[in-house]
């Protein structure tokens, strides 16, 4: 996207690798925020070599990592009741940025017929293991195939925004549901931590979505947002990152009281730390 005629609106720095600082610039007709400079494809992988980058790994080495698990669990039951209510019948179900694989598992034991596609091999091979099945790339899969596709933390990290959007309407079933969760930057947490608020994830997150820029987006390519459920917990592991982005070190304490507010603020505003889209392609 063009950001010659975007107003600037943050310069956030990336703490976990590269310590080099990136600019957001906002998109007052999508309300959403975008990343410059973004990096090219041939370099974009030496940004996800972090310790804090945890979705890509089985590691519970610390207190934070085996928390981090024990709510992954929990959020594993969520997100199988959820793709369990929008169908009446168990189909086909993709998961694009799969990961270790834990959700795709989740799904597999519940009756469902899946299949993921992850492009960090190290991710993927653990999945593997797990007796998980991949793609290699959406391309290879066949037009109107699935039920369900699902993209958990995923599409902020898309380089291609718009093309990623129509392979979404091109592999879905007519009436078959897309469901996508990402970071809210006009959550309570990314107000209060500001260039610290560690979902801004520069410059592996390239794009910052609002409900408004989601809606848009999607409907361009005749894809209704059907509903927006909150995800509570992500106030919290957000704010510990944030603190230790901001002063160093873990704060549980303090980052147990800020996801506490967001969440309490977000019952008011529907603003929470991140949300979950549920669409339907027309």
Not at 81 to 93: F, M, T, V
Not at 116 to 139: D, L, N, Q, R
Request: glycine share 4%.
């Amino acid at each position: 996207m063009d950001i010659s005629n975007k107003k600037h609106f943050l310069t956030v720095k990336d703490y976990s690798v590269s310590k080099e600082t990136f600019d957001l610039y906002y998109d007052e007709t999508l309300d959403m925020l975008i990343t410059s400079p973004q990096p090219s494809l041939d370099n974009l992988g030496k940004y996800y070599e972090s310790v804090d980058y945890i979705s890509h790994t089985d590691s519970k080495r610390s207190l934070f990592e085996k928390a981090y698990h024990f709510v992954k669990s929990i959020a594993l039951k969520n997100k199988l009741n959820l793709i369990n209510s929008c169908n009446s019948s168990k189909g086909k179900l993709l998961d694009i940025g799969a990961g270790t694989g834990d959700f795709l598992l989740t799904a597999k034991e519940n009756g469902w017929n899946t299949i993921g596609v992850e492009p960090s091999e190290k991710a993927k091979a653990i999945a593997v293991k797990k007796g998980v099945e991949f793609s290699s790339s959406t391309e290879e899969l066949e037009s109107q195939t699935f039920d369900v596709i699902t993209m958990w933390h995923v599409l902020e990290h898309v380089p291609n925004l718009e093309n990623q959007i129509k392979e979404l309407k091109r592999l879905a079933k007519p009436n078959g549901t897309i469901i996508i969760a990402v970071p809210n930057f006009k959550s309570y947490d990314a107000k209060y931590y500001g260039k610290f608020w560690a979902a801004y994830d520069v410059p592996i997150h390239f794009w910052h979505f609002s409900k408004t820029a989601i809606k848009l987006l999607f409907e361009k390519e005749e894809i209704k947002l059907e509903k927006v459920l909150p995800m509570k917990f992500d106030s919290f592991y957000v704010s510990l990152l944030s603190e230790k982005y901001k002063n160093g070190k873990m704060n549980y304490i303090k980052a147990f009281w800020i996801g506490l507010v967001s969440n309490w603020k977000a019952n008011r505003s529907l603003e929470f730390s991140s949300h979950i889209y549920v669409l339907k392609n027309n």
